[in-house]
Protein backbone atom coordinates (compact mmCIF):
# COMPACT_ATOMS: atom_id res chain seq x y z
CA UNK A 1 0.00 0.00 0.00
CA UNK A 2 1.26 3.64 -0.70
CA UNK A 3 0.53 6.13 1.86
CA UNK A 4 1.38 9.62 1.79
CA UNK A 5 2.10 11.41 5.50
CA UNK A 6 1.48 15.20 5.18
CA UNK A 7 3.74 16.56 7.83
CA UNK A 8 7.08 15.71 8.89
CA UNK A 9 6.55 16.61 13.13
CA UNK A 10 6.57 13.91 15.63
CA UNK A 11 3.72 12.74 15.13
CA UNK A 12 4.02 12.27 10.90
CA UNK A 13 7.86 11.34 12.22
CA UNK A 14 6.20 8.53 13.82
CA UNK A 15 3.86 7.37 12.11
CA UNK A 16 5.78 7.42 8.98
CA UNK A 17 7.77 4.90 10.94
CA UNK A 18 5.44 2.46 11.86
CA UNK A 19 3.75 1.93 7.90
CA UNK A 20 7.34 1.45 6.52
CA UNK A 21 8.25 -0.98 9.18
CA UNK A 22 5.57 -2.63 8.35
CA UNK A 23 6.27 -2.79 4.97
CA UNK A 24 4.34 -0.21 3.64
CA UNK A 25 5.47 2.00 1.06
CA UNK A 26 5.55 5.41 2.75
CA UNK A 27 6.67 9.00 0.83
CA UNK A 28 6.71 11.46 3.93
CA UNK A 29 5.86 15.29 2.30
CA UNK A 30 6.83 18.67 4.83
CA UNK A 31 6.72 22.17 3.51
CA UNK A 32 10.22 23.11 5.74
CA UNK A 33 12.35 20.02 7.14
CA UNK A 34 11.94 17.18 9.44
CA UNK A 35 10.33 18.37 13.08
CA UNK A 36 10.14 22.34 12.34
CA UNK A 37 7.32 23.16 13.49
CA UNK A 38 5.78 23.17 17.16
CA UNK A 39 7.86 19.70 17.45
CA UNK A 40 11.08 21.92 17.59
CA UNK A 41 9.28 24.66 20.19
CA UNK A 42 7.82 21.93 22.98
CA UNK A 43 8.48 21.70 26.88
CA UNK A 44 8.57 18.27 26.01
CA UNK A 45 7.08 16.28 29.28
CA UNK A 46 6.51 12.94 29.23
CA UNK A 47 3.15 12.86 31.49
CA UNK A 48 -0.40 12.12 31.81
CA UNK A 49 -0.42 14.33 35.39
CA UNK A 50 -3.48 16.55 34.68
CA UNK A 51 -5.61 14.91 32.22
CA UNK A 52 -9.15 14.62 33.55
CA UNK A 53 -11.08 13.39 30.90
CA UNK A 54 -10.57 9.59 31.74
CA UNK A 55 -10.13 8.31 27.73
CA UNK A 56 -6.97 10.90 27.13
CA UNK A 57 -5.49 10.18 30.84
CA UNK A 58 -5.49 6.54 29.31
CA UNK A 59 -4.09 7.24 26.24
CA UNK A 60 -1.30 9.20 27.69
CA UNK A 61 -0.23 6.93 30.24
CA UNK A 62 -0.19 4.28 27.13
CA UNK A 63 1.96 6.90 25.63
CA UNK A 64 4.39 7.10 28.21
CA UNK A 65 4.36 3.09 28.14
CA UNK A 66 5.27 3.11 24.63
CA UNK A 67 8.36 5.66 25.19
CA UNK A 68 10.32 2.43 27.45
CA UNK A 69 9.18 0.73 24.86
CA UNK A 70 10.56 2.50 21.84
CA UNK A 71 13.61 3.52 23.56
CA UNK A 72 14.85 -0.31 23.78
CA UNK A 73 14.38 -0.80 19.93
CA UNK A 74 14.91 2.30 18.49
CA UNK A 75 18.75 3.17 17.30
CA UNK A 76 20.19 6.30 17.69
CA UNK A 77 21.42 8.70 19.88
CA UNK A 78 19.36 8.78 23.53
CA UNK A 79 15.89 10.74 23.14
CA UNK A 80 13.76 9.64 25.85
CA UNK A 81 14.53 10.34 29.94
CA UNK A 82 12.48 8.93 32.03
CA UNK A 83 14.20 11.21 35.02
CA UNK A 84 10.84 11.32 36.85
CA UNK A 85 9.17 14.66 37.72
CA UNK A 86 9.05 16.34 41.12
CA UNK A 87 6.42 19.47 41.66
CA UNK A 88 7.06 21.90 44.47
CA UNK A 89 4.01 23.57 46.17
CA UNK A 90 4.00 26.61 48.35
CA UNK A 91 1.04 27.35 51.09
CA UNK A 92 -0.92 28.61 48.17
CA UNK A 93 -0.59 25.80 45.54
CA UNK A 94 -0.45 22.84 48.09
CA UNK A 95 -4.38 22.10 48.22
CA UNK A 96 -4.41 21.71 44.87
CA UNK A 97 -1.10 19.54 44.43
CA UNK A 98 -2.93 17.14 47.36
CA UNK A 99 -5.92 17.05 45.11
CA UNK A 100 -4.28 15.90 42.09
CA UNK A 101 -2.02 13.25 43.85
CA UNK A 102 -4.83 11.66 45.43
CA UNK A 103 -6.83 11.74 42.17
CA UNK A 104 -3.89 10.56 40.74
CA UNK A 105 -3.29 8.23 43.25
CA UNK A 106 -6.71 6.64 43.38
CA UNK A 107 -5.66 5.93 39.29
CA UNK A 108 -2.80 4.23 40.01
CA UNK A 109 -1.04 6.60 38.46
CA UNK A 110 3.00 6.80 40.41
CA UNK A 111 2.84 9.92 42.52
CA UNK A 112 4.87 9.67 46.16
CA UNK A 113 5.34 12.61 49.07
CA UNK A 114 9.00 13.03 49.37
CA UNK A 115 11.13 14.79 51.83
CA UNK A 116 13.36 17.75 51.13
CA UNK A 117 16.27 15.66 51.44
CA UNK A 118 14.81 12.87 49.12
CA UNK A 119 14.16 15.46 46.45
CA UNK A 120 17.25 16.86 46.71
CA UNK A 121 19.44 14.43 44.81
CA UNK A 122 16.64 13.94 42.21
CA UNK A 123 16.61 17.36 41.29
CA UNK A 124 20.54 17.99 41.57
CA UNK A 125 21.53 21.69 40.74
CA UNK A 126 18.72 23.88 41.88
CA UNK A 127 17.47 25.04 45.06
CA UNK A 128 14.55 23.61 46.64
CA UNK A 129 12.18 27.22 47.43
CA UNK A 130 12.61 28.15 51.00
CA UNK A 131 8.82 28.51 50.81
CA UNK A 132 8.19 24.91 49.64
CA UNK A 133 5.71 23.12 51.70
CA UNK A 134 5.09 20.03 50.03
CA UNK A 135 6.95 18.10 47.17
CA UNK A 136 5.05 15.24 44.85
CA UNK A 137 7.45 13.18 43.39
CA UNK A 138 5.97 10.89 39.90
CA UNK A 139 8.78 8.65 39.17
CA UNK A 140 7.16 7.25 36.20
CA UNK A 141 7.72 10.72 34.13
CA UNK A 142 10.06 11.99 32.04
CA UNK A 143 11.41 13.96 28.84
CA UNK A 144 12.03 13.92 25.62
CA UNK A 145 15.10 15.86 23.12
CA UNK A 146 12.74 16.65 20.80
CA UNK A 147 15.08 16.73 17.90
CA UNK A 148 16.70 13.91 18.78
CA UNK A 149 13.25 11.64 18.73
CA UNK A 150 12.14 12.91 15.15
CA UNK A 151 15.52 12.15 13.75
CA UNK A 152 15.41 8.86 15.30
CA UNK A 153 11.67 8.08 14.23
CA UNK A 154 12.70 9.80 10.51
CA UNK A 155 15.80 7.88 9.87
CA UNK A 156 14.32 4.29 11.16
CA UNK A 157 11.51 4.83 8.51
CA UNK A 158 14.40 5.91 5.85
CA UNK A 159 16.01 2.70 6.60
CA UNK A 160 12.69 0.68 5.78
CA UNK A 161 12.28 2.45 2.65
CA UNK A 162 10.84 5.69 3.61
CA UNK A 163 11.27 8.77 1.73
CA UNK A 164 10.83 12.50 2.97
CA UNK A 165 10.56 15.16 0.50
CA UNK A 166 10.50 18.73 0.73
CA UNK A 167 6.84 20.19 -0.71
CA UNK A 168 4.42 22.80 0.81
CA UNK A 169 0.85 20.60 0.18
CA UNK A 170 -2.38 22.32 -0.93
CA UNK A 171 -4.96 20.08 -0.72
CA UNK A 172 -5.95 16.54 -0.67
CA UNK A 173 -8.85 14.73 -2.34
CA UNK A 174 -10.50 11.44 -1.96
CA UNK A 175 -11.17 9.30 -5.38
CA UNK A 176 -13.01 6.74 -5.63
CA UNK A 177 -9.60 4.24 -6.09
CA UNK A 178 -6.92 6.87 -5.01
CA UNK A 179 -6.12 9.86 -3.09
CA UNK A 180 -4.40 12.74 -4.57
CA UNK A 181 -2.33 15.09 -3.23
CA UNK A 182 -1.19 18.94 -4.70
CA UNK A 183 1.55 20.40 -3.58
CA UNK A 184 2.49 24.39 -4.41
CA UNK A 185 4.26 23.68 -7.38
CA UNK A 186 1.63 21.77 -9.40
CA UNK A 187 3.36 18.36 -8.48
CA UNK A 188 0.20 16.05 -7.65
CA UNK A 189 1.29 12.56 -6.08
CA UNK A 190 -1.50 9.63 -5.62
CA UNK A 191 -1.72 7.31 -2.69
CA UNK A 192 -4.22 4.29 -1.07
CA UNK A 193 -4.21 6.25 1.74
CA UNK A 194 -2.96 9.91 3.15
CA UNK A 195 -2.10 10.73 6.79
CA UNK A 196 -3.00 14.39 7.55
CA UNK A 197 -0.56 15.52 10.58
CA UNK A 198 0.39 18.57 9.81
CA UNK A 199 0.08 19.81 13.58
CA UNK A 200 -1.71 23.31 14.28
CA UNK A 201 -1.68 23.63 10.57
CA UNK A 202 -3.87 20.77 9.95
CA UNK A 203 -7.18 22.40 10.34
CA UNK A 204 -6.97 24.89 7.46
CA UNK A 205 -5.09 21.85 4.98
CA UNK A 206 -8.28 19.94 6.20
CA UNK A 207 -10.72 22.69 5.14
CA UNK A 208 -8.34 23.41 2.26
CA UNK A 209 -9.69 19.35 1.29
CA UNK A 210 -13.30 19.99 2.36
CA UNK A 211 -12.75 18.23 5.92
CA UNK A 212 -13.38 19.48 8.99
CA UNK A 213 -10.89 19.06 11.80
CA UNK A 214 -11.43 21.48 14.33
CA UNK A 215 -8.70 23.06 16.12
CA UNK A 216 -7.71 26.08 17.80
CA UNK A 217 -5.60 28.54 15.35
CA UNK A 218 -6.01 32.21 16.46
CA UNK A 219 -2.64 33.26 17.03
CA UNK A 220 -3.96 36.54 18.91
CA UNK A 221 -2.74 37.93 22.00
CA UNK A 222 -3.96 35.37 25.15
CA UNK A 223 -4.66 32.62 22.68
CA UNK A 224 -4.17 29.07 24.74
CA UNK A 225 -2.17 27.62 21.76
CA UNK A 226 0.63 30.57 22.94
CA UNK A 227 3.31 29.23 25.30
CA UNK A 228 6.46 30.78 25.93
CA UNK A 229 9.70 28.70 25.98
CA UNK A 230 13.10 29.87 27.92
CA UNK A 231 16.12 28.35 26.57
CA UNK A 232 18.88 28.55 29.45
CA UNK A 233 22.29 29.30 28.14
CA UNK A 234 24.36 28.56 31.32
CA UNK A 235 26.01 25.04 31.13
CA UNK A 236 27.17 25.50 35.26
CA UNK A 237 22.76 24.12 35.18
CA UNK A 238 22.27 20.54 35.68
CA UNK A 239 19.43 19.43 36.47
CA UNK A 240 18.13 15.96 37.24
CA UNK A 241 14.24 15.72 36.34
CA UNK A 242 11.14 17.81 34.86
CA UNK A 243 10.72 20.30 38.27
CA UNK A 244 7.53 22.08 38.33
CA UNK A 245 7.59 24.90 41.20
CA UNK A 246 4.89 27.62 41.54
CA UNK A 247 6.68 30.19 39.25
CA UNK A 248 8.54 28.05 36.93
CA UNK A 249 8.97 25.04 35.30
CA UNK A 250 12.61 23.41 34.08
CA UNK A 251 13.20 20.40 32.00
CA UNK A 252 17.14 19.38 31.55
CA UNK A 253 18.26 19.36 27.91
CA UNK A 254 20.07 16.51 27.56
CA UNK A 255 22.91 18.39 26.17
CA UNK A 256 20.84 21.02 24.42
CA UNK A 257 20.22 24.17 26.77
CA UNK A 258 17.61 23.74 30.48
CA UNK A 259 13.67 24.51 28.92
CA UNK A 260 11.86 26.76 31.33
CA UNK A 261 8.30 28.15 31.13
CA UNK A 262 6.40 30.28 33.37
CA UNK A 263 2.52 29.71 32.42
CA UNK A 264 1.16 32.66 33.98
CA UNK A 265 2.72 34.97 31.84
CA UNK A 266 1.62 33.44 28.75
CA UNK A 267 -1.34 35.09 28.55
CA UNK A 268 0.83 38.74 27.84
CA UNK A 269 2.97 36.75 25.17
CA UNK A 270 2.43 38.72 22.10
CA UNK A 271 3.59 36.33 19.38
CA UNK A 272 4.44 38.57 16.41
CA UNK A 273 6.87 39.88 19.01
CA UNK A 274 8.71 37.52 21.35
CA UNK A 275 9.89 39.41 24.70
CA UNK A 276 12.83 40.71 23.87
CA UNK A 277 16.12 40.86 26.25
CA UNK A 278 14.97 43.16 29.16
CA UNK A 279 11.85 43.28 28.78
CA UNK A 280 9.26 42.69 31.77
CA UNK A 281 8.65 39.26 30.64
CA UNK A 282 12.50 38.45 29.82
CA UNK A 283 13.10 40.19 33.49
CA UNK A 284 10.35 37.84 35.38
CA UNK A 285 11.38 35.32 33.73
CA UNK A 286 15.31 35.30 34.72
CA UNK A 287 14.31 36.56 37.91
CA UNK A 288 12.28 33.73 38.69
CA UNK A 289 14.87 31.11 37.65
CA UNK A 290 18.07 32.91 39.50
CA UNK A 291 15.85 32.61 42.37
CA UNK A 292 16.32 28.69 42.13
CA UNK A 293 20.08 28.91 41.35
CA UNK A 294 22.17 27.45 43.98
CA UNK A 295 24.18 31.29 43.60
CA UNK A 296 21.38 33.90 42.76
CA UNK A 297 24.40 36.36 41.79
CA UNK A 298 24.49 34.48 38.32
CA UNK A 299 22.21 35.81 35.78
CA UNK A 300 22.13 33.08 33.03
CA UNK A 301 21.28 34.03 29.49
CA UNK A 302 17.86 32.84 28.15
CA UNK A 303 17.20 33.01 24.77
CA UNK A 304 13.28 33.44 24.42
CA UNK A 305 11.49 31.70 21.71
CA UNK A 306 7.32 31.22 21.27
CA UNK A 307 6.05 28.05 20.75
CA UNK A 308 2.75 27.72 19.24
CA UNK A 309 0.62 24.98 20.44
CA UNK A 310 -0.99 22.22 17.84
CA UNK A 311 -4.06 22.21 19.94
CA UNK A 312 -7.67 20.64 18.82
CA UNK A 313 -10.88 22.38 19.33
CA UNK A 314 -11.83 20.36 22.42
CA UNK A 315 -7.93 19.52 24.02
CA UNK A 316 -8.20 15.70 23.03
CA UNK A 317 -6.40 13.59 19.78
CA UNK A 318 -7.98 13.70 16.83
CA UNK A 319 -7.44 10.56 15.30
CA UNK A 320 -9.37 8.67 12.38
CA UNK A 321 -11.04 8.57 8.96
CA UNK A 322 -13.55 11.67 8.77
CA UNK A 323 -16.01 9.20 7.25
CA UNK A 324 -16.83 6.21 6.21
CA UNK A 325 -14.35 4.31 2.74
CA UNK A 326 -12.63 7.99 2.96
CA UNK A 327 -8.94 7.93 1.98
CA UNK A 328 -7.56 10.92 4.49
CA UNK A 329 -6.64 9.68 7.60
CA UNK A 330 -6.20 12.61 9.98
CA UNK A 331 -4.32 13.16 12.99
CA UNK A 332 -3.47 16.28 15.59
CA UNK A 333 -3.12 16.39 18.95
CA UNK A 334 -1.74 18.29 21.63
CA UNK A 335 1.04 16.53 23.59
CA UNK A 336 2.69 14.87 20.72
CA UNK A 337 5.49 14.61 22.54
CA UNK A 338 4.15 11.86 25.15
CA UNK A 339 1.87 10.21 22.21
CA UNK A 340 3.89 10.39 19.22
CA UNK A 341 5.41 6.97 20.01
CA UNK A 342 1.94 5.12 20.49
CA UNK A 343 -0.04 7.42 17.77
CA UNK A 344 2.45 6.24 15.52
CA UNK A 345 1.61 2.69 16.29
CA UNK A 346 -1.33 2.72 16.25
CA UNK A 347 -2.32 4.80 13.68
CA UNK A 348 -0.58 2.26 11.33
CA UNK A 349 -2.25 -0.52 13.10
CA UNK A 350 -5.67 1.10 12.01
CA UNK A 351 -4.20 2.48 8.52
CA UNK A 352 -2.78 -1.26 7.58
CA UNK A 353 -5.17 -3.67 8.61
CA UNK A 354 -8.33 -1.72 8.83
CA UNK A 355 -8.91 -2.65 12.64
CA UNK A 356 -10.27 0.23 14.84
CA UNK A 357 -7.84 0.34 17.44
CA UNK A 358 -9.58 0.52 21.61
CA UNK A 359 -7.60 3.34 22.80
CA UNK A 360 -8.21 5.35 19.80
CA UNK A 361 -12.39 4.92 19.48
CA UNK A 362 -12.64 7.87 21.79
CA UNK A 363 -11.03 10.14 19.40
CA UNK A 364 -12.64 10.18 16.23
CA UNK A 365 -12.98 13.32 13.77
CA UNK A 366 -16.78 11.87 13.91
CA UNK A 367 -17.61 13.60 17.45
CA UNK A 368 -17.47 17.27 16.00
CA UNK A 369 -19.82 16.58 13.26
CA UNK A 370 -22.75 18.80 12.81
CA UNK A 371 -21.40 21.23 15.42
CA UNK A 372 -20.64 24.25 14.49
CA UNK A 373 -17.37 25.63 15.41
CA UNK A 374 -18.67 28.42 17.68
CA UNK A 375 -20.77 25.63 19.87
CA UNK A 376 -17.60 24.14 21.30
CA UNK A 377 -16.35 24.90 24.34
CA UNK A 378 -13.54 26.84 25.02
CA UNK A 379 -10.40 25.40 25.71
CA UNK A 380 -9.35 27.35 29.15
CA UNK A 381 -5.32 28.60 29.01
CA UNK A 382 -3.43 26.29 30.55
CA UNK A 383 -2.40 27.85 34.03
CA UNK A 384 -1.73 25.72 36.33
CA UNK A 385 1.03 22.88 36.95
CA UNK A 386 0.40 20.33 34.14
CA UNK A 387 -1.87 21.87 32.40
CA UNK A 388 0.50 22.94 29.34
CA UNK B 1 2.09 32.79 -25.05
CA UNK B 2 5.11 34.72 -24.98
CA UNK B 3 5.18 37.65 -27.21
CA UNK B 4 6.43 37.87 -30.63
CA UNK B 5 9.65 39.96 -29.42
CA UNK B 6 10.07 37.41 -26.92
CA UNK B 7 9.65 33.78 -29.33
CA UNK B 8 12.20 35.81 -31.56
CA UNK B 9 14.95 36.20 -28.54
CA UNK B 10 14.29 32.54 -27.04
CA UNK B 11 14.87 31.35 -30.71
CA UNK B 12 18.43 33.17 -30.69
CA UNK B 13 19.33 32.67 -27.17
CA UNK B 14 19.10 29.14 -27.98
CA UNK B 15 21.37 29.37 -30.85
CA UNK B 16 23.83 31.33 -28.43
CA UNK B 17 23.75 28.77 -25.61
CA UNK B 18 24.29 25.81 -27.80
CA UNK B 19 27.02 27.38 -29.27
CA UNK B 20 25.60 27.41 -33.23
CA UNK B 21 26.17 31.26 -32.89
CA UNK B 22 29.23 31.26 -31.24
CA UNK B 23 30.93 34.35 -29.11
CA UNK B 24 31.62 36.98 -31.45
CA UNK B 25 29.29 35.80 -34.49
CA UNK B 26 27.31 38.60 -36.35
CA UNK B 27 23.67 38.58 -35.05
CA UNK B 28 21.11 39.20 -37.75
CA UNK B 29 20.60 43.40 -38.32
CA UNK B 30 17.03 45.30 -37.43
CA UNK B 31 16.22 44.66 -41.21
CA UNK B 32 17.57 40.92 -41.39
CA UNK B 33 15.03 39.87 -38.21
CA UNK B 34 11.98 41.96 -40.04
CA UNK B 35 12.31 39.93 -43.01
CA UNK B 36 12.63 36.88 -41.48
CA UNK B 37 10.17 36.84 -39.37
CA UNK B 38 7.59 39.48 -40.63
CA UNK B 39 8.19 41.85 -37.86
CA UNK B 40 7.75 45.33 -37.27
CA UNK B 41 10.97 47.56 -36.81
CA UNK B 42 10.44 48.21 -33.42
CA UNK B 43 9.93 44.37 -32.24
CA UNK B 44 12.99 43.56 -34.40
CA UNK B 45 14.95 46.41 -32.36
CA UNK B 46 13.12 45.07 -28.93
CA UNK B 47 14.87 41.92 -29.57
CA UNK B 48 18.57 42.91 -30.16
CA UNK B 49 18.15 45.45 -27.18
CA UNK B 50 16.78 42.26 -24.82
CA UNK B 51 19.87 40.21 -25.88
CA UNK B 52 22.24 43.02 -24.89
CA UNK B 53 20.34 44.11 -21.59
CA UNK B 54 20.78 40.32 -20.74
CA UNK B 55 24.75 39.96 -21.53
CA UNK B 56 24.33 38.12 -24.63
CA UNK B 57 24.78 40.35 -27.46
CA UNK B 58 26.84 43.39 -28.15
CA UNK B 59 25.42 46.59 -30.00
CA UNK B 60 28.40 48.03 -32.14
CA UNK B 61 27.34 51.30 -33.98
CA UNK B 62 27.10 51.23 -37.57
CA UNK B 63 29.00 47.52 -37.25
CA UNK B 64 25.70 45.45 -35.93
CA UNK B 65 25.32 43.30 -33.03
CA UNK B 66 27.63 40.31 -32.07
CA UNK B 67 27.43 37.31 -29.67
CA UNK B 68 29.25 38.41 -26.39
CA UNK B 69 31.72 36.24 -24.50
CA UNK B 70 29.45 35.03 -21.87
CA UNK B 71 31.49 32.23 -20.93
CA UNK B 72 32.94 32.23 -17.37
CA UNK B 73 36.35 31.72 -17.35
CA UNK B 74 37.20 29.24 -14.58
CA UNK B 75 40.88 29.15 -12.81
CA UNK B 76 41.32 24.95 -12.25
CA UNK B 77 43.89 25.81 -9.14
CA UNK B 78 40.85 27.41 -7.50
CA UNK B 79 38.16 25.63 -8.46
CA UNK B 80 39.97 22.20 -7.28
CA UNK B 81 40.54 24.48 -3.78
CA UNK B 82 38.01 23.40 -1.42
CA UNK B 83 36.90 27.23 -0.45
CA UNK B 84 35.53 27.72 -4.46
CA UNK B 85 31.74 27.33 -3.57
CA UNK B 86 31.92 28.76 0.24
CA UNK B 87 32.40 32.10 -1.48
CA UNK B 88 29.88 31.19 -4.52
CA UNK B 89 29.68 32.74 -8.23
CA UNK B 90 26.56 35.53 -8.14
CA UNK B 91 23.22 34.42 -8.96
CA UNK B 92 20.62 32.19 -7.29
CA UNK B 93 19.69 29.06 -6.77
CA UNK B 94 16.69 27.29 -7.67
CA UNK B 95 15.93 23.82 -5.74
CA UNK B 96 14.93 21.01 -7.91
CA UNK B 97 14.39 18.76 -4.80
CA UNK B 98 15.00 18.23 -1.36
CA UNK B 99 14.80 14.64 0.63
CA UNK B 100 15.57 12.18 3.03
CA UNK B 101 15.86 8.90 1.59
CA UNK B 102 17.90 5.53 1.84
CA UNK B 103 21.27 5.86 0.85
CA UNK B 104 21.19 3.28 -2.06
CA UNK B 105 18.04 5.44 -3.38
CA UNK B 106 20.16 8.82 -3.78
CA UNK B 107 21.24 10.56 -6.77
CA UNK B 108 24.73 9.80 -5.41
CA UNK B 109 26.83 7.48 -3.97
CA UNK B 110 27.97 8.22 -0.60
CA UNK B 111 31.42 6.28 -0.53
CA UNK B 112 31.20 4.01 1.96
CA UNK B 113 27.64 4.32 3.48
CA UNK B 114 25.57 1.31 4.07
CA UNK B 115 22.59 0.88 1.89
CA UNK B 116 20.02 1.78 4.45
CA UNK B 117 21.69 4.50 6.17
CA UNK B 118 19.29 7.66 5.65
CA UNK B 119 21.34 10.79 4.00
CA UNK B 120 19.82 14.22 2.97
CA UNK B 121 19.95 14.65 -0.50
CA UNK B 122 19.75 17.97 -1.87
CA UNK B 123 19.37 18.65 -6.02
CA UNK B 124 19.58 22.21 -6.89
CA UNK B 125 20.25 23.95 -10.35
CA UNK B 126 22.52 27.35 -10.21
CA UNK B 127 21.69 29.84 -12.26
CA UNK B 128 23.55 32.98 -13.50
CA UNK B 129 22.30 36.79 -13.20
CA UNK B 130 20.55 36.38 -16.49
CA UNK B 131 18.93 33.18 -15.45
CA UNK B 132 20.49 30.70 -17.38
CA UNK B 133 21.66 27.67 -15.73
CA UNK B 134 25.06 27.98 -15.11
CA UNK B 135 25.34 24.03 -13.30
CA UNK B 136 23.30 21.60 -11.50
CA UNK B 137 24.62 20.84 -7.85
CA UNK B 138 23.68 17.44 -6.11
CA UNK B 139 24.60 17.26 -2.73
CA UNK B 140 24.37 13.85 -0.64
CA UNK B 141 24.60 14.45 3.52
CA UNK B 142 24.31 11.80 5.86
CA UNK B 143 21.78 12.74 7.86
CA UNK B 144 23.05 11.84 11.34
CA UNK B 145 26.08 14.60 10.86
CA UNK B 146 23.45 17.42 9.42
CA UNK B 147 19.56 16.04 10.78
CA UNK B 148 18.54 19.99 10.53
CA UNK B 149 19.95 20.60 7.17
CA UNK B 150 16.78 20.69 5.52
CA UNK B 151 15.25 23.51 7.37
CA UNK B 152 17.34 25.62 6.50
CA UNK B 153 16.80 28.31 3.36
CA UNK B 154 18.07 25.95 0.88
CA UNK B 155 18.23 28.45 -2.15
CA UNK B 156 20.98 30.27 0.22
CA UNK B 157 22.60 26.90 1.61
CA UNK B 158 26.36 26.79 1.26
CA UNK B 159 26.88 23.06 2.62
CA UNK B 160 30.43 23.22 3.66
CA UNK B 161 30.17 26.54 5.82
CA UNK B 162 27.24 25.28 7.13
CA UNK B 163 28.83 21.89 8.24
CA UNK B 164 31.53 24.08 9.92
CA UNK B 165 29.19 26.05 11.57
CA UNK B 166 27.26 23.12 13.04
CA UNK B 167 30.49 21.91 14.52
CA UNK B 168 30.44 18.83 12.22
CA UNK B 169 34.28 17.26 12.38
CA UNK B 170 35.86 17.77 9.02
CA UNK B 171 39.23 15.96 8.36
CA UNK B 172 39.79 15.93 4.66
CA UNK B 173 38.18 17.36 1.55
CA UNK B 174 39.00 16.34 -1.67
CA UNK B 175 37.91 17.30 -5.16
CA UNK B 176 37.76 15.76 -8.32
CA UNK B 177 37.19 16.69 -11.94
CA UNK B 178 35.28 13.98 -13.74
CA UNK B 179 34.94 14.36 -17.70
CA UNK B 180 31.15 13.14 -18.40
CA UNK B 181 28.60 13.38 -21.00
CA UNK B 182 25.12 14.94 -20.63
CA UNK B 183 22.31 12.68 -20.45
CA UNK B 184 19.32 14.22 -21.67
CA UNK B 185 17.81 14.46 -18.11
CA UNK B 186 20.71 16.99 -17.37
CA UNK B 187 20.82 18.14 -20.81
CA UNK B 188 17.49 19.64 -20.89
CA UNK B 189 18.00 21.39 -17.16
CA UNK B 190 20.83 22.74 -18.06
CA UNK B 191 19.19 23.91 -21.98
CA UNK B 192 22.17 22.15 -23.63
CA UNK B 193 22.03 19.19 -26.06
CA UNK B 194 22.43 14.94 -24.68
CA UNK B 195 25.74 13.44 -25.44
CA UNK B 196 27.44 16.82 -25.38
CA UNK B 197 30.75 16.33 -22.88
CA UNK B 198 31.38 18.70 -19.94
CA UNK B 199 32.89 19.07 -16.46
CA UNK B 200 31.59 17.50 -13.43
CA UNK B 201 33.52 18.53 -10.16
CA UNK B 202 33.25 16.38 -7.27
CA UNK B 203 33.88 17.12 -3.71
CA UNK B 204 34.04 14.59 -1.05
CA UNK B 205 33.94 15.23 3.02
CA UNK B 206 35.34 12.91 5.49
CA UNK B 207 35.20 13.15 8.77
CA UNK B 208 38.75 12.22 10.60
CA UNK B 209 37.46 8.72 10.97
CA UNK B 210 37.54 8.29 7.34
CA UNK B 211 33.68 8.05 7.30
CA UNK B 212 32.23 10.61 4.25
CA UNK B 213 29.90 12.95 5.57
CA UNK B 214 29.01 14.53 2.30
CA UNK B 215 29.24 14.54 -1.29
CA UNK B 216 28.70 17.05 -3.78
CA UNK B 217 28.82 17.30 -7.73
CA UNK B 218 28.64 20.52 -9.67
CA UNK B 219 27.83 19.55 -13.93
CA UNK B 220 28.61 22.43 -15.31
CA UNK B 221 26.96 23.46 -18.74
CA UNK B 222 28.43 22.86 -22.19
CA UNK B 223 30.03 26.01 -23.01
CA UNK B 224 29.21 27.91 -20.20
CA UNK B 225 32.95 27.92 -19.07
CA UNK B 226 36.25 28.28 -20.01
CA UNK B 227 38.85 26.25 -17.51
CA UNK B 228 42.49 27.28 -17.13
CA UNK B 229 45.88 27.19 -14.90
CA UNK B 230 48.10 29.90 -14.75
CA UNK B 231 51.04 30.17 -13.76
CA UNK B 232 53.58 33.45 -13.23
CA UNK B 233 56.43 33.37 -16.47
Known amino acids: ?388 | MPTLHEKIRRELEDRIHAGTLAPGAKLPTELELCEQYEVSRATAQRVLNDLADAGLAVRRRRQGTFVADVRQQINLLSYASPDTHVKGVPGRHEVLSARIVRAADAVLELPGAEDDTAVVELVRRKLDLHDQPRTIERHVVLFSAAPELLNEDLAELVSLSYLRDRGVSIDRIRVYLDPVVLDEHDAELLRSEAGTPTLRRRRELRAPDGTAIEIVTALIRPGAAEFFVEFPA
Open chain 1, 1 to 388: MKVIVVGAGVLGASVARSLSRAGEDVLLLDRKGPGAGTSSTTFAWTNSNRKPDPDYYRLNLEGMAEHEKLARELPGEPAYFRSGGLQFADTDSEPWLVQNVERLRALGYPARWVTRAEAAPIVRGIRIPDDTTAIAHFPAEGYVRPDRLVQNLLADAVRHGAVLSIGEVLSISDGPDRASVTLADATVHTADRVVLAAGRWTDDLAARSGIDVPMITDTGRGSPIIGLLGYVRFPALDIGCVVHTPRLNLRPGAGLPVVVQALDLNPDVDPSRPPAPGSEIATAITRRLTALLPDPAQTPDIDLRVGLRALPADGNTIAGYPAEHARTYCLASHGGITLAPLLGRLVATEIVTGESQELLKPFRPSRFAGMRRSDLPAVPRPVMLGEQ
